[in-house]
């Protein structure tokens, strides 16, 4: 290396320097963002689209969507979603396939979010509880139906619409069709013996 290439990589490294240190600078000044957790869990924002954990979605009755047809099983890519069922006497006498269990692993979840888009009945949602730290993998496979099932009450049967009452003022309507008798038609053995 001669002198005037020392020179040159010198005040390319000083250059280099100077500019890595520019942005260290600039973030001596800036507002801190360091969150204090867990002494802010309070005030603490968690995005609502942030996926924390896998949940059922229950309505007000505790009642939920889910017709356990399996499709997000099926499409989970790593078996996170394991769901058993069981046959079920509906009030008219039919058979119907019920969700038993719906036990989810937390800890195989990839939070690919294929369960949810997939399910025809937007029965599951994933929640933002982010705090989701056990001490055992065990404790992280959840039964997502946590609440004891409820059966719908059956539907009112409809009912029975009147028919109108034959009048005998009524005129009598004939047959618009008359059915004409063919020479071609063979009578039938009753018939033969009559004649
Ligand atoms: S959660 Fe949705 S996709 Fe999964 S079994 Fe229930 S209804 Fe089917
Ligand atoms: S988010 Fe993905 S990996 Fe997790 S349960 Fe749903 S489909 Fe499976």
New binding site residues.
Partial sequence: MNIKEYFSSLIEGTHSLIKGMEVTGKELFTKKVTEQYPENRAELKIPERF?AT?QFIYDDEGYHKCIACKT?ER????G??QITTRMVDLPNGKKKMKLDKYI?DLG?????????STCPTDAIEFSNDFEQAVFRREALIKQLNYLPEKEKPAPEPKPAAAKPAASADAPKVEPKVKVEESKDVQPNQEQKETE
């Fill in positions: 996926r896998l997000c499409n989970c890519p790593n996170t979603i989810y195989s979840c990839t939070f690919c979010g294929l369960c949810v």
